[in-house]
Every structure is written in structure tokens, then in C-alpha cells.
């Protein structure tokens, strides 16, 4: 049995950038062995698979969820057909399964920031030395992970190029040029692209990769107070990303001093948990970077008395993280279990003939199939068929379990005879029998009450996992417990630190502050601080993290 910490990530000693003075490149995690899927072979029918008609008859993953996690995840994200591994360490393929629910999770939030008024647009992927430099100060602690073009052919470049990790430094030397007057403000640019960040931690797919994609916003404006509803309002996208989308409770927030972006006037985000490790995660963030960077990049507009002003600057990102901590959210020791409106299919219609079913009856029934997906798809409803005659039923059912298909409709002799198919949910496993005539409206109504259910279920299990604490001991029984821990906190940078000192044990690494939740209990007047006993300034969420 794996320890779901050491499956997961390499203690956060490793990390570095809580070595930030220290640029040689630290030791190159390990990768775990590849898992390979199952030999799809295995249900052909003359193989003498899963009886036809019969329930899923181990199929599954070899590894649980519950027992051990690292390797649970490993092997399903092959054996759903999300990733394949790949040959340079922590970069993985993402395959159309994975591929079409970043395009759903794209297109939803795309939709919505083109409302907000910000347009796409795309810079390079390489930045030279000298304009990295330009904003060295914040650079600096990421700097081991700068990836660099250091060849072309058999020549070495004159000077090496940086492989972006992000795009402050290639994009804001034209915010300066674009901008002279207020009337070229607000601006507001969004590019999808892919970063790579050489990271040194353990890779994990979806989690943690060492290039990944994302979108990344980089928006100016004359005043504080339009940056700072900006702010929110994409926060809120990001909280609808994961809650209204992934069906994945997040908690909103600010960072701590420590845990901010070091070049932001402050950060805020949006903090998942995965209760099976129970570490937090970061789901994505968006920071007010003050006047930060137009100081640094001389971004300046003249104002109505002609006078210099600094633009107000914003910056925000959603990663392919948000697709790993959805999977580790809802998949189970069946396979992914997928929420419909991400789901690249939403519906798999099966037909199941008998062996003694007649030719015509076969055809009536796979003309029935073809009738039902097209009422469906009307509606809007993303459907496959399986009508693939070398494979059994049962297999079919574990195949498409595995794949995380919320909904499976059936349509056997018996069915037929009744003018109905029988559905069976994905994530309860709760069948239901839904007459031909009412297949186009009670299959999207089944499948919101998947979504609904799958995200009230996954908000229980995170209120579950977090503990109110006052004292040392009761944070750390909760730690203990793999839970949050919300605490009234004095936020004081040296405590953060030393929080994380002393909770690190032997086996698990030290917690640290997740955000300090924007809804938050009351804090009466002479709250202590949990760990300090000083008067406390607001709640803090701590917990173990990724
Ligand atoms: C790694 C190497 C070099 C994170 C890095 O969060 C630089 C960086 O600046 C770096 N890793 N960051 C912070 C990124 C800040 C910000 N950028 C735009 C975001 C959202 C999108």
C-alpha cells in the first residue's frame, strides 16, 4: 500500500520556491512506474467476457480510491484514456477524452469573459534574457523553474531564450506602448496558451505537469476601484468553473502575505480539498497587482489634467489543474465519474438484443436507438450509441463506467416490448425506467439531478472535513484527522512559518494558510489568535496542500 503522500508529491522541502536563494536545480523527483489500461480485448465476446445483459463483473481498477489513492489516480487517468505518459518527465498527452472537457471548461469561461468586455489575443512563447530581467525581483524565487533554449541545430544560441512561464514580462512592455490616454483604458487581454514551469516536486497529471495549459488574463485600468471589481467578478467565474461546471465546492478567499503572488498588491482564489489526502489545493487564482508592474513597466495614461498616472493592473489564471482536482473529486474504484456538463458525452445508448432475438426485432431495435439519440440530441444532449456487436453488454457497461458517462440507457427486448428504455446513473448507480415518449424530457431533467447531486454530495464531504479550532491541540487533531482547519488567526507572516515548522511530521508535510474565506464566521471582540493567543484578525482556512 502507497501512502497517498508520497504517491501524490514530494514533501514541500523540495519545493523551490521555498529555497528561492538557491537556483541550482534541485533533485529530479522520480516518476512513478506507468500504468498501462487494461487490454480492451478482455470483453470480446468470443473471449467469454461479462455475461450479455449482466452487471459489471470486475473490470474495475486494480487500485481503490480509499486504500491507495496515488496509485488509484495514476492508473485511471490511463485507463479512462485521459493521458498517456510521456518520455520527458512530468509531461503527459492529454487525449480527446481529456482534451473535450478542457474545450467545455474553455468555452464556459471564454463565453463569459468576452461578456466582462476582454478580448483574446496571443503573444510569444519565448522571452529573451534582458526583458525576463525587467521585473527580476518577482522573478527571482521562480527562477529554477525558467525553462531555457540554450540551441538551435548544432549552434549554441548567442544568448539563451525563456520558454514562458507566465506572461507578465512579454506582455506588459505593449501594454505601455498601447496605452498613452485614458481613452485606451480599460484594458482587458486574455490569451490560452500553453506555460511550462520546470518543476520539482512529483509530478502529477492534470495536478502538477512541468507544461501545462491555461488561460491568463492581463487587464489595465485608470482606477482602483474598476480593478478591484474585475477581481471579483472573475473570481466568481472561477467559482462557477468548479462549482456550477465541475460540480467541485471551492471556498473563495484572499492569500496571506506568505502565500500571495509576491509581485500582487494582493491575490485572491479559490481553494479545492481532495479528502482522501486531505490536502487543499489551489483551483485558480486572481490578483490586483496595484500599481506594481505599470511602476516597473512604465504603463502610464494621462489623465483629464494631463497629468501621468500609473494604470491599476490585474492578472488571473485557470489551469488543466481544475480537470485532476475535478477527476480526484468524483471518480470512484469504477473508473471517472464525470458531471454531465463537462462530460464530453452526457448519455451512452445501448442496445441489447438476445442471442435468440430475431433479425427484424434486432433492426427495430437499433432503429429505435437511432430515433431516441436524435430526440435527444435535439435537446441539446451529448449521446453515443454503442452498438458494436463484438462486445458484450457487460463489458460495455464497465467500458463506459470507466470512461465516467453519467447516464447509461438501455434498450433490451423487454424494454421494447414496455415502449421504454431503462437508465442507470453513474454516480448513484439508481436505475429508472422512462417511457420512449418521455425520454427527450426526462433524460436532461436525470441528468441536472445528476449534476445537482454529484455537487451537493462532493460540498458535504468538504464540510465534513473541516474543523473549527481555537488551540494548538485542536488544530492538530484535525490535521491529524486529514481535515481544514478554519482558526481565528492574528495574521502574522512569522506564525505562518512557524505553523508550518511544527505541524511537518515524520509522514506528512507542514500545513499552511489555503485563504482567509471571504464568508467566514462572526469574530467577536477579544477572539485569540489559536496559535499566538494574540487578538485575532480574521479567519484563516489552514490546511496540508498540494
Ligand atoms: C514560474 C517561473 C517564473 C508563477 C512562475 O498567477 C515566473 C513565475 O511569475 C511566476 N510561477 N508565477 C506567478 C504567476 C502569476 C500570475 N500570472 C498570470 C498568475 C495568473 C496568470
Not at 207 to 210: A, H, M, N, T, W
Given at each position: 500500500m502507497t501512502n497517498p503522500e508520497e504517491a501524490i508529491a514530494a514533501p514541500a522541502a523540495d519545493a523551490p520556491a521555498e529555497a528561492p536563494k538557491a537556483p541550482k536545480a534541485p533533485k529530479e523527483k522520480k516518476e512513478k512506474p506507468k500504468k498501462e489500461a487494461k487490454a480492451?480485448?478482455?470483453?470480446?465476446k468470443s473471449g467469454g467476457g461479462a455475461a450479455a445483459g449482466g452487471e459489471s463483473k470486475g473490470l474495475g481498477l486494480r487500485n481503490s480510491k480509499k486504500d491507495n489513492f496515488g496509485d488509484w489516480y495514476s492508473e485511471l487517468v490511463v485507463a479512462s484514456e485521459l493521458i498517456s505518459y510521456y518520455d520527458v518527465s512530468g509531461c503527459y498527452i492529454l487525449r480527446p477524452w481529456a482534451y473535450a472537457m478542457w474545450e467545455v471548461v474553455q468555452g464556459w469561461f471564454d463565453q463569459r469573459i468576452k461578456k466582462l468586455g476582454v478580448q483574446n489575443s496571443y503573444f510569444p512563447l519565448f522571452i529573451t534574457e534582458d526583458v525576463l530581467n525587467t521585473e527580476k525581483d518577482h522573478v527571482e524565487g521562480f527562477a529554477p523553474e525558467v525553462a531555457w533554449v540554450t540551441k538551435y541545430g548544432n549552434s549554441t544560441m548567442e544568448k539563451p531564450i525563456a520558454i514562458r512561464p507566465t506572461s507578465e514580462t512579454v506582455m506588459y512592455p505593449y501594454f505601455s506602448q498601447w496605452?498613452?490616454?485614458?481613452?485606451?483604458?480599460?484594458l482587458r487581454l486574455n490569451q490560452w496558451t500553453n506555460v511550462v514551469r520546470w518543476e520539482f516536486k512529483y509530478p502529477t497529471p492534470f495536478?502538477?505537469?512541468?507544461e501545462f495549459l491555461w488561460q491568463e488574463g492581463h487587464t489595465a485600468f485608470a482606477t482602483q476601484e474598476e480593478a478591484e471589481r474585475e477581481v471579483l467578478d472573475i473570481l466568481e467565474l472561477y467559482r462557477g468553473v468548479y462549482?456550477?461546471?465541475?460540480?467541485v465546492p471551492v471556498t473563495k478567499g484572499k492569500k496571506s502575505k506568505k502565500e500571495q503572488f509576491a509581485g500582487a498588491f494582493y491575490t485572491t482564489t479559490v481553494e479545492a480539498y481532495i479528502p482522501e489526502t486531505g490536502r487543499g489545493i489551489q483551483g485558480a487564482t486572481s490578483h490586483c497587482l496595484g500599481q506594481n508592474f505599470s511602476k516597473m513597466f512604465n504603463i502610464t495614461y494621462e489623465d483629464d489634467d494631463r497629468q501621468k498616472q500609473h494604470v491599476w493592473q490585474n492578472s488571473w489564471g485557470l489551469t488543466t489543474r481544475s480537470l485532476g482536482v475535478m477527476i480526484m473529486t468524483h471518480a470512484d474504484d469504477k473508473g471517472l465519474v464525470l458531471p454531465p456538463r463537462v462530460a464530453p458525452k452526457q448519455v451512452v445508448l445501448i442496445p441489447i438484443p438476445k442471442a435468440s432475438t430475431a433479425p427484424e426485432a434486432v433492426q427495430a431495435m437499433l432503429d429505435k436507438v437511432d430515433e431516441l439519440t436524435k430526440a435527444l440530441e435535439d435537446k441539446g444532449v451529448r449521446v453515443v450509441t454503442d452498438t458494436r456487436s463484438n462486445y458484450t453488454p457487460g463489458w460495455k457497461y464497465n467500458h463506459w463506467e470507466l470512461k465516467g458517462l453519467p447516464l447509461r440507457v438501455e434498450l433490451g427486448p423487454k424494454d421494447m416490448d414496455n415502449a421504454a428504455v431503462m437508465t442507470c446513473r453513474r454516480d448513484t448507480g439508481a436505475k429508472e425506467v422512462v417511457p420512449w415518449a418521455d425520454v427527450a424530457t426526462r433524460i436532461p431533467e436525470l441528468l441536472e439531478t445528476i449534476q445537482a447531486d454529484m455537487f451537493a454530495a462532493a460540498k458535504s464531504r468538504t464540510a465534513n472535513c473541516t474543523e473549527t479550532c481555537h488551540s494548538w491541540e485542536e488544530f492538530m487533531a484535525a490535521l491529524g484527522n486529514k481535515h481544514m482547519a478554519l482558526t481565528p488567526w492574528a495574521d502574522e507572516e512569522e506564525i505562518e512559518e512557524e505553523v508550518k515548522k511544527k505541524s511537518t511530521t515524520p509522514d506528512a508535510m507542514g500545513a499552511k494558510t489555503l485563504c482567509l474565506p471571504f464568508e467566514a464566521p462572526p469574530l467577536p471582540e477579544g477572539t485569540k489568535c489559536?496559535?499566538?493567543?494574540?487578538?485575532?484578525k480574521n479567519w484563516a482556512l489552514w490546511g496540508r496542500s498540494y
Open positions: 480492451e480485448g478482455e470483453g470480446k496605452i498613452r490616454s485614458h481613452r485606451d483604458l480599460p495536478i502538477r505537469s512541468r462549482e456550477d461546471l465541475l460540480a489559536f496559535y499566538s493567543g494574540k487578538p485575532a
